[in-house]
């Protein structure tokens, strides 16, 4: 087992973009005249139960009309109507028509089918390159493709003809052109055209992209070249990849290094160690931690507690709990004094000692100390290799390549955007500032995508479309929903018995009365519980363990006092048996969204003196999923069925998932059956249960 040792690992910020399928209704050819390529995604139409697809900014590309759909995928999609399997284009046309029972992508030109429970492959012209012959199949790679008939795998080309013939047990890939085989329990190689590389007759194989194949027989390792000649002897207890012409190999516990031809390079001396990287590698004897190079020769002693690879030209040490830099020649730069310690990028290394962060250059020398809670590394393209984000009191600020703090802490978080472009956050709202610090398009999005050739995806609200890089926006689409009103409601009052009890339960919670809610809950009470994963309750016991306090012993009374509060909101009559279910809002679960109290003011900022956009009353309304804490409030983010973005008080809602409550009479006595917690259990602020949100 591989030995683990301290190494300093630095924060990349790393974004993803993917632009895919280029397609061709009115609204896309606007969008690719801009030079902005359309990306389709399914979607469901809950209104038919059918499927479609839309651009990235929600436009309808292509009618829902399909009982099922994959994305595209080489420029045609697999969609399914009447238990039938098709593909159409991007346009929406069906070009291979409804006659499969089932069908896979297609990758490398082929997609499988399927029909009367044989599967068989075809062209992007619907045409079969081979009949419908195999119980199971495997997706065609660049070469061949495995199939299996009559519990035997084989393997065919991409004419169909069969290469290998159904003799193995089974065949996974390895790499491109080499796949393992196996046949009575042995491991064998063999190549993409069916050669024979090793027969099956080891009992493990590693194979690699380099020349060597690793094979292990009566639990010894060795290895032969691409041609399947053995280069070594069947004397090793664990290998590993090559990396660098070299690879790593353990006998009678110690490791070395043999070259691609077989020959130990580096002998078996060592405690453990790591594969090479930029010719040196790490070792490790007596417990201590030292660098080699590719003849075996020390480039330090074996004197560190923990190492690093060498990343450019120096790698962090560690000794005695503290950190340092030594170079490609072994030479500490820096000495052991730094509590942490960073990677170099192309300008300097983040440092911390005595709770100060510093830059330093790759003489070693301090460039400048930062005021800073912490400081990490910004990569993603060579051009901006030497950024960093500073933090302060929850407050982000860009350093520059020469360690200069060219915004001030004033960004609640800060992301690389690509071209450029950062990304800064203020109130919730994303805008963006260049690679001076100077903000170039201001703060208001609450999303965004990276840039791509000047343009991004942003949004507001439910609105979407395309920002330029002087600002300007092209809005696409806006996102709207109908509106719904509920409103509050307390049927309980109905029962006299139950407002006694009622007022009962709320004087047991206020005097912190255990034994009287005890004997309320009833016997098979079930509670549904979200905080490690959803699962319930379903006994008493348990369930009066579950609200006790592990220290005291008592009742987490701070739980109860929120139960009440959401019985004070009024109740419904339960649908299946004689009794209440509390709050009203118990079973009118609106996924991703909140209620609004009465006659709330929506605000347009996160900020009480902002302009009121509207006024609600009961209404629900889709949450953004985010808090911003301004003026000591907590705000919410909302989209209104009109797709207007708004802010609202944290203490102006309702959430759906809070505690919700069940009563029901018992033998003339009313008891607690049922209590689902709220699902996002962390979210308390001061014992207070309010919007998970």
Not at 83 to 111: P, Q, S
């Amino acid at each position: 087992m591989k030995k683990i040792f301290a190494i300093l690992t630095t924060i990349i910020l790393l974004t993803n973009i993917n632009y895919s399928v280029k397609a061709n209704s009115k609204t896309e050819k606007n969008a690719i005249k801009q030079k902005y390529t359309i990306e389709l995604d399914t979607f469901y139409d809950e209104s038919n139960n059918l499927y479609g697809y839309k651009d990235q900014f929600g436009n309808v590309i292509i009618k829902p009309k399909f009982s099922h759909c994959e994305n595209f995928n080489e420029g045609l999609a697999l969609v399914k109507s009447n238990d039938k399997c098709g593909y159409i284009n991007t346009k929406g046309k069906l070009v291979i028509g409804y006659k499969f029972d089932d069908a896979r992508n297609f990758y490398n030109g082929i997609a499988l089918v399927k029909k009367n429970n044989k599967w068989a492959f075809i062209n992007k012209e619907g045409k079969n390159i081979t009949r419908f012959e195999f119980d199971d199949a495997k997706d065609f790679n660049k070469y061949c493709a495995i199939v299996q008939k009559d519990n035997k795998w084989a393997l065919i080309n991409k004419k169909g003809k069969n290469l290998t013939g159904y003799k193995f047990d089974y065949i996974r890939q390895s790499s491109d052109n080499r796949m393992y085989v196996g046949a009575n329990s042995k491991v064998g190689l063999i190549d993409e055209k069916g050669n024979i590389i090793l027969q099956c007759k080891y009992d493990d194989i590693e194979d690699s992209k380099d020349n060597c194949i690793a094979f292990k027989k009566e639990d010894k390792w060795g290895y032969v070249n691409k041609q399947g000649i053995r280069i070594t002897s069947q004397i090793y207890d664990d290998v590993n990849p090559f990396r660098g012409g070299l690879a790593r190999v353990r006998e009678n516990d110690k490791y070395g290094y043999i070259d691609e031809f077989g020959k130990q390079v580096i002998d078996c001396q060592f405690d453990y160690s790591e594969n090479f990287t930029n010719d040196y590698a790490i070792a490790m004897m007596n417990s201590k931690y030292g660098y080699i190079d590719k003849k075996g020769k020390k480039i330090t002693e074996f004197i560190f507690d923990g190492a690093s690879e060498f990343n450019s030209d120096y790698a962090i040490v560690r000794k005695n709990g503290k950190y340092g830099y030594i170079d490609k020649k072994g030479k500490n730069i820096t000495g052991f004094v730094f509590d942490e310690a960073s990677v170099f990028n192309s300008n300097y290394a983040i440092v911390k000692i005595n709770d100060k962060y510093s830059l330093l250059n790759a003489k070693g020398e301090n460039i400048t100390t930062l005021d800073a809670d912490s400081v990490y590394n910004v990569r993603h393209h060579d051009e901006f290799d030497g950024y960093s984000i500073a933090e302060k009191n929850s407050k982000h600020a860009l350093i520059n390549p020469q360690g200069k703090n060219i915004t001030g802490y004033k960004y609640d978080d800060i992301e690389y955007a690509l071209e450029d472009v950062f990304a800064v956050k203020v109130l919730g709202e994303w805008g963006f500032v260049d690679k001076t610090g100077k903000m170039i398009i201001e703060p208001e999005y609450d999303e965004y995508t990276p840039f791509k050739d000047g343009k991004a995806i942003v949004k507001i609200g439910g609105k979407k479309g395309i920002l330029y890089k002087n600002g300007k926006v092209d809005w696409k689409d806006t996102e709207t929903y109908e509106k719904v009103v509920i409103n509050p409601v307390d049927e309980s009052d109905k029962s006299e018995s139950f407002k006694k009890f009622k007022e009962q339960l709320f004087k047991a919670i206020s005097q912190k009365d255990k034994e009287f809610i005890t004997n309320h809950i009833d016997d098979s009470i079930v509670v549904r519980l979200y905080g490690s994963g959803r699962y319930f309750i379903d006994e008493k016991d348990d369930c009066v363990e579950h609200f006790l306090d592990s220290d005291t012993k008592n009742f987490r009374w701070y739980e109860w006092e929120a139960i009440m509060n959401n019985i004070k909101l009024g109740g419904v009559e339960g649908k299946e048996s004689k009794g209440f279910n509390f709050p009203f809002l118990y079973d009118k679960e609106q996924e991703g969204k909140v209620l609004i109290k009465e006659k709330v003011d929506i605000y347009q900022k996160p900020d009480i003196n902002a302009e009121v956009i509207n006024q609600l009353s009961n209404e629900s309304v889709k949450c953004l999923y985010f808090i911003v804490y301004n003026q000591d409030k907590k705000w919410i983010k909302v989209q209104l069925p009109s797709g207007d973005r708004g802010y609202v008080t944290s203490d102006n809602i309702l959430c759906f998932d809070d505690y919700e409550i069940k009563f029901k009479l018992i033998n003339g006595v009313w008891k607690i059956t049922r209590i689902n917690e709220p699902l996002h259990w962390g979210n308390r602020i001061k014992h207070e249960v309010e919007c998970p949100y």
